[in-house]
């Protein structure tokens, strides 16, 4: 428990950005004979970064060179849940030549920081992911020549998970107490069949999740994952049941003022219960981990696909974008695991009391981090 209140006080002093869903903005352009008419999507949380005057931060730091924007354009057009959503038009002079998007949007307080623009005429299409190592977009005589590859999104997977903190915690909450390399694989195989549907599915439209909720979840499935490796371990079995009376009465105040419908929260505190009852009853209660990663892994994918779903790509180009996005999102989990891995290994190698204290310690921070994430995004 000092270990659980010590870590919990360190997570928290590192800051309220680490609350903070992925940083990622949208533009949508659509080209004129005399100028474009630009939408831009921003998350709350980055749009309060730009400062209290947002319609002149943008047109400064996302442009169509050389054109200028029309101030008497600005207008708040309506946006989802969980977006806000600033529009004007751009005036182009004659013979301008080449056009050209900039961007340094978010780029100087998060460099992190990745925008989707996408650009397109009465029937051509293209986009492209600008970000802080390549800020400019030439734009082609066609936005149908210059859509993005399969190479484009295969990198664009692998940045996402690379830069998704909260993803790579969950991976190595999971990998904390794997005995051997078989079971993390698959522990990890479970997890990746889990986010491979629900990417594939909300891609395509037939899902809609609410992100907000979503990212709140995710948070909470990394809590639960680190209570679950305190239970494996060994340690006291009372910590996971007052934890699932917390996540009642969290369900209670999210009814108020939270982002997550209250029987959501319900239902995950009924499934926590039932599956820690359930492992206090198996005689091989490591077995049980596969197919948790994998349910909890449905709730990671929504939160992959958001990043595909809010780029409204055309049904042609959605397929090779899902493909190699998924591509890029498991070469980078799996370069994540390689790494991880050998270290956590050597570590338990070395004797039980160093095994102890990397599942003690290392799930203390786990679930630190996890609460962390689930308050912030739940009710900041």
Do not use: K
Request: aromatic fraction near 8%; include cysteine.
């Amino acid at each position: 428990m000092r270990r659980l209140v010590a870590l919990a006080l360190l997570a928290l002093a590192a800051g309220r950005s680490l609350a903070h869903e992925r940083s990622v903005s949208y533009s949508f352009w659509t080209l004129t004979a005399d100028g474009a008419a630009v939408e831009v999507r921003l998350a709350p949380g980055d749009a309060s970064r730009l400062g209290e005057d947002l319609d002149a931060e943008l047109p400064r730091l996302l442009s169509l060179a050389p054109c200028l924007p029309e101030p008497a354009s600005f207008h708040a057009p309506p946006a989802a849940p969980g977006w806000i959503a600033r529009a004007w038009r751009v005036r182009c002079p004659r013979d301008s030549g080449a056009l050209r998007i900039h961007s340094d949007l978010l780029l100087d307080v998060v460099p992190s920081h990745l925008h989707f623009a996408r650009v397109g005429t009465s029937g051509a299409v293209a986009e492209r992911v600008l970000s802080d190592g390549e800020r400019d977009w030439p734009l082609p005589a066609s936005p149908a020549a210059d859509g993005a590859g399969l190479g484009d999104y295969v990198r664009l997977g692998m940045a996402h998970i690379l830069t998704g903190y909260d993803h790579l915690v969950f991976l190595f909450a999971l990998l904390l107490v794997c005995g051997s390399l078989g079971e993390a694989a698959r522990v990890v195989t479970g997890f990746t069949v889990g986010h491979s549907a629900t990417l594939a599915l909300a891609a395509l439209g037939w899902v809609t999740p609410a992100r907000g909720a979503v990212e709140a979840v995710i948070g909470l499935s990394i809590a639960l994952v680190a209570l679950e490796n305190v239970w494996l371990a060994g340690g006291d079995h009372r910590l996971p049941v007052v934890a699932v009376a917390g996540l009642l009465a969290a369900a209670a105040l999210a009814g108020v003022a939270g982002r997550v419908p209250p029987q959501t929260l319900v239902g995950l505190a009924l499934f926590a219960a039932c599956y820690f009852a359930l492992l206090a009853r198996s005689a091989r209660p490591a077995g049980l981990r596969w197919p948790v990663a994998a349910l909890f892994g449905l709730v990671h994918g929504l939160g992959f696909a958001g990043v595909l779903a809010e780029m409204t790509l055309p049904r042609a180009r959605l397929v090779p974008a899902l493909l190699g996005f998924n591509v890029g999102v498991e070469l980078g989990q799996l370069a994540a695991v390689a790494a991880a891995w050998p270290v956590l290994d050597l570590l338990a190698r070395r004797g039980e009391p160093w095994r102890a204290a990397v599942v003690g310690y290392g799930s203390a921070g786990v679930l630190a981090m996890g609460v962390l994430w689930f308050a912030g995004r739940a009710f900041g």
